[in-house]
């Protein structure tokens, strides 16, 4: 039977982040893909030009229909700009707990842009973390969620505890942030006990807009194919290893992923993610 994902996002024009990178992972994973549009980004390779919401009754049309109409077996959200799409986005989703949801928790961009009103993550915090299956932040969306400092691999743990506290039933704090080490260390955490450590090699390149999306979209595919959370997140992982290893050169700034990266490598290598403290 065929599995299928909804992503509500925001659109990027140039592709390579938003419900497009969502859309294509869907797709490359053997998903099939649904999506809600919360926003119109003018968005290329050089960064965010324009920005303009979606009506919040449109959104929540959206939903509707596709929910009522599709068998949906995991939902991912991306950027969602404002309080008043979270609260509806929450509302909509109230009667469908039972399907894992994944939190993206986008803020701001890559190139500084901001993709979430200052003022709406209160709302992200009271209605979609306790909600949430797993949500995905970066490191700077982790500071802002808990208003702890991350320096440290100590730090990740520390913050990925509170943001449990705060009610996901699980957290995986991407570490592409941390340009200290020579390497990608992601941090799984759940509240049933579960911890580990991804840690892939650091790639040197500027080919890297869309990875937050990419790999949060990688691990609803795998949900909504019924794996574990901890079988789709070490897939989200290889996932995101390999596109950005097979970076595609567009554009004059900070190009995209390659989606396509991770089918066409994966019989024969997989993105040497190595789990380290897995308990
Ligand atoms: N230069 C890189 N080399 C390898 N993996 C990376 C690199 N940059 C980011 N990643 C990985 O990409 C994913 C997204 O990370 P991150 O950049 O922290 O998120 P975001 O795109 O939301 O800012 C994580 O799995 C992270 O480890
Ligand atoms: C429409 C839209 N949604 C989300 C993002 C952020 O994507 P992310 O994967 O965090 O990558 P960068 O933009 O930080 O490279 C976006 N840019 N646009």
Same mark, same amino acid.
């Given at each position: 039977?065929?599995?299928?994902?909804l992503?509500?996002?925001?659109?990027?024009?140039?592709?390579?982040?938003? @419900?497009? =990178?969502?859309?294509?992972?869907?797709?490359?994973?053997?998903?099939?893909?649904?999506?809600?549009?919360?926003?119109?980004?003018?968005?290329?390779?050089?960064?965010?030009?324009?920005?303009?919401?979606?009506?919040? =009754?449109?959104v929540?049309?959206?939903?509707?229909?596709?929910?009522?109409?599709?068998?949906?077996?995991? @939902?991912?959200? $991306?950027?969602?700009f404002?309080?008043?799409?979270?609260?509806?986005?929450?509302?909509?989703?109230?009667? *469908?707990?039972?399907?894992?949801?994944?939190?993206?928790?986008?803020?701001?961009?890559?190139?500084?842009a901001?993709l /979430?009103?200052?003022?709406?993550?209160?709302?992200?915090?009271?209605?979609?973390?306790?909600?949430?299956?797993?949500?995905?932040?970066?490191?700077?969306?982790?500071?802002?969620?808990?208003?702890?400092?991350?320096?440290?691999?100590?730090?990740?743990?520390?913050?990925?505890?509170?943001?449990?506290?705060?009610?996901?039933?699980?957290?995986?704090?991407? $570490?592409?942030?941390?340009?200290?080490?020579? *390497?990608?260390?992601?941090?799984?955490?759940?509240?049933?006990?579960?911890?580990?450590?991804?840690?892939?090699?650091?790639?040197?390149?500027?080919?890297?807009?869309?990875?937050?999306?990419?790999?949060?979209?990688?691990?609803?595919?795998?949900?909504?194919?019924?794996?574990?959370?901890?079988e789709?997140?070490?897939?989200?992982?290889?996932?995101?290893? /390999?596109?950005?290893?097979?970076?595609?050169?567009?554009?004059?700034?900070?190009?995209?992923?390659?989606?396509?990266?991770?089918?066409?490598?994966?019989?024969?290598?997989t993105?040497?993610?190595?789990?380290?403290?897995?308990?």
């Open positions: 039977m065929t599995s299928v994902a992503t509500i996002a925001g659109s990027d024009s140039g592709g390579g982040a938003g @419900i497009q =990178a969502d859309l294509k992972t869907f797709q490359e994973l053997g998903v099939f893909g649904t999506s809600v549009l919360t926003a119109i980004t003018a968005q290329n390779t050089l960064g965010v030009h324009a920005v303009q919401s979606v009506d919040v =009754a449109m929540t049309a959206q939903i509707q229909a596709v929910l009522n109409d599709f068998p949906v077996k995991a @939902i991912k959200t $991306g950027m969602l404002s309080s008043e799409i979270i609260e509806a986005v929450a509302n909509e989703l109230k009667a *469908y707990s039972a399907i894992p949801l994944v939190i993206d928790p986008v803020m701001i961009a890559k190139g500084g901001s /979430l009103q200052n003022e709406a993550v209160i709302a992200l915090r009271s209605h979609l973390l306790p909600v949430a299956t797993l949500i995905t932040p970066n490191i700077p969306e982790a500071e802002v969620l808990t208003g702890q400092r991350i320096l440290t691999e100590r730090d990740m743990k520390l913050t990925a505890n509170r943001l449990l506290s705060m009610g996901a039933s699980a957290v995986l704090l991407k $570490g592409g942030h941390r340009e200290d080490v020579p *390497y990608a260390e992601d941090l799984f955490m759940s509240t049933s006990g579960e911890h580990f450590l991804m840690r892939s090699k650091r790639i040197a390149t500027q080919h890297t807009h869309g990875t937050g999306c990419t790999f949060a979209a990688a691990a609803t595919a795998e949900l909504a194919k019924g794996r574990s959370l901890e789709s997140v070490v897939t989200a992982k290889n996932f995101i290893q /390999l596109a950005i290893e097979d970076g595609i050169e567009l554009g004059n700034g900070q190009g995209p992923t390659n989606h396509a990266a991770f089918r066409k490598r994966n019989q024969l290598k993105g040497e993610v190595k789990l380290i403290e897995r308990r």
